[in-house]
C-alpha cells in the first residue's frame, strides 16, 4: 500500500489544521494508521493511531483533548484534524500503515508502511 500525507502548513498558534492520509494500491480498511511527527533533532513521535476498524483510537498525552483521528474507509483516507495548534506542534508529520490486525502501536518500527511527511509550521 502506498500513502500520500498532505494538508500541512502555516498556521498561527490557536488555529487548526487538518492532514489527511491517503492510500492507493490496497485498501487501507484492513490496517491500523498512526500519525507520527518529528521535529528537528527529535526523535519520531507517536501521535495519534486508529485501529483497523475505526474501533478504537489512540493519542499522545500532548495532544489529548487537541487532536481527533478518524477514518474514512471508502475514501481510502485517515485523517488527523489538529486544532488549538502550539508552537511545539511544529514538525514533519508522517502517517504509517501497520497490518497487525489486534494492535494500534506506539512504537514507528511496527509500522512497515510509510508516506512521506508533511510539514506544520506553527507561528507564535
Known amino acids: 500500500v502506498q500513502l500520500q500525507a498532505c494538508g500541512g502548513g502555516l498556521v498561527q498558534a490557536g488555529g487548526s489544521l487538518r492532514l489527511s492520509c491517503a492510500a492507493s494500491g490496497r485498501t487501507l480498511s484492513t490496517y491500523a494508521v498512526g500519525w507520527f511527527r518529528q521535529a528537528p533533532g527529535k526523535k519520531r513521535e507517536f501521535v495519534s493511531g486508529i485501529h483497523w476498524s475505526g474501533g478504537s483510537t489512540h493519542y499522545a498525552d500532548s495532544v489529548k483533548g487537541r487532536f481527533t483521528i478518524s477514518r474514512d474507509d471508502a475514501q481510502n483516507t485517515v485523517y488527523l484534524q489538529m486544532n488549538s495548534l502550539k508552537p511545539e506542534d511544529a514538525a514533519v508529520y508522517f502517517c504509517?500503515?501497520?497490518?497487525?490486525?489486534?494492535?494500534?502501536?506506539?512504537?514507528?518500527?511496527?509500522?512497515?508502511?510509510w508516506g512521506q511527511g508533511t510539514q506544520v509550521t506553527v507561528s507564535s
Open positions: 504509517a500503515a501497520d497490518r497487525h490486525p489486534v494492535r494500534v502501536a506506539v512504537s514507528p518500527r511496527a509500522y512497515e508502511y
